[in-house]
């Protein structure tokens, strides 16, 4: 199964008391969950919702324990097919083994641990930024070389609300780069996987702006009305991708002309897109910091509550219907939580 983890801005919950809280954040901000899930039960919250019942309640409070799909179902009062699928989602992490025993096959998180579990999603976020690096070096190096930067001046520092998809794949150099560009920007969520039917995502707005413009001047500042005339598109389209790309830590900006307030023009950060992927990669290290520190939190206030006596509360999720069709996980923004304890 491919692997595929969402890395966003985050703050470290280790401030935070209530594991449930802990375990909503982490879940949305790595994209287990959506933020502001709707399970489309009649479950009255999240925390009540099949997905975050099955990781936190089932998961990790039990972390030596292999679950069978049958035991799971009803446990969460749920059908096969939605145990499926949110245990495709948290095998996409990396989080969960999958075993074969007498009774059929059996799931449990890896190495019975969560924090040990986590090491294996690291390891993976620290490959597929590699096959990235790789991927992106393979593209700076086919386009043409600036003598120097012909267009100084102030320039935005880190990226607002970073975001960025991380997946593992198979990349082929030595196709076209068009293609190969595509595939880059669809597994890093800057675009949308296009569906039967729709229109030839290489004349797609977003792909062009990255091509046309970003990539084959890459040294350039281009203002929105620029991009808006040189795309023939809305001035609200071209805000939505370069936040995308703004987020994502691959744009620089700064102001230009002499109105007020200023225009704002954006290029590939550095004027060089194996550059400008340095920096994505130290961010995004820095984030899985974050990750990390979360975790350890998360796994100290579960064995707590466990050592404690912990037992699970009257309330079941609510029944998950059958042909729920799975919702696109949108790009997730990460921030300091309010109302700390």
């Given amino acids: 199964m491919a692997f ?3 890395i966003v801005d985050n703050a470290p919950m280790t401030d935070i008391v209530d594991p449930e809280l802990v375990a909503l954040h982490f879940m949305e901000d790595i994209g287990y969950i959506m933020k502001h899930y709707d399970p489309k039960t009649p479950a009255e919250s999240v925390k009540k919702s099949v997905p975050y019942k099955m990781f936190l309640d089932c998961f990790l409070r039990h972390q030596d324990k292999d679950w069978r799909v049958e035991e799971l179902g009803g446990r969460l009062k749920t059908s096969i097919p939605t145990i499926y699928r949110h245990l495709a989602k948290l095998q996409a992490l990396g989080i969960l083994d999958e075993d074969d025993s007498d009774g059929g096959k059996v799931f449990h998180l890896r190495h019975y641990s969560f924090p040990l579990a986590w090491k294996i999603t690291e390891a993976n976020v620290e490959s597929a930024l590699a096959r990235y690096r790789i991927v992106v070096e393979f593209i700076q190096s086919t386009l043409k070389k600036v003598e120097k930067d012909r267009e100084p001046g102030p320039v935005s520092g880190a990226p607002k609300n970073f975001a960025l998809r991380i ?5 082929e150099l030595g196709g076209e780069l068009a293609d190969l560009l595509l595939k880059l920007l669809l597994d890093m969520d ?10 030839d995502p290489h004349r797609n707005i977003a792909f062009r702006m990255f091509r046309e413009c970003f990539l084959d001047r890459p040294d350039r500042f281009w203002d929105v009305d620029e991009l808006k005339a040189k795309l023939d598109t809305t001035r609200p389209t071209i805000y939505r991708h370069l936040n995308r790309l703004e987020a994502m830590g691959l744009m620089e900006r700064k102001a230009v002309g002499e109105t007020i307030p200023p225009k704002r023009a954006h290029r590939i950060r550095y004027g060089n897109l194996g550059r400008a992927w340095s920096f994505v990669e130290e961010y995004a290290k820095v984030a899985m ?3 990390r520190l979360t975790v350890d939190h998360l796994d100290g206030l579960v064995r707590k509550d466990t050592a404690e006596g912990w037992h699970e509360k009257e309330e079941e999720p609510a029944p998950e219907a059958e042909e729920e069709p799975p919702a696109k996980v949108a790009p997730l923004k990460g921030k300091a939580r309010k109302g700390r304890k």
């Fill in 167 to 171: 997946r593992s794949g198979r990349y």
């Fill in 289 to 291: 910091q974050g990750y």
């Fill in 4 to 6: 595929e983890i969402y």
């Fill in 190 to 199: 800057y675009l949308a996987e296009q569906g039967p039917g729709e229109d």
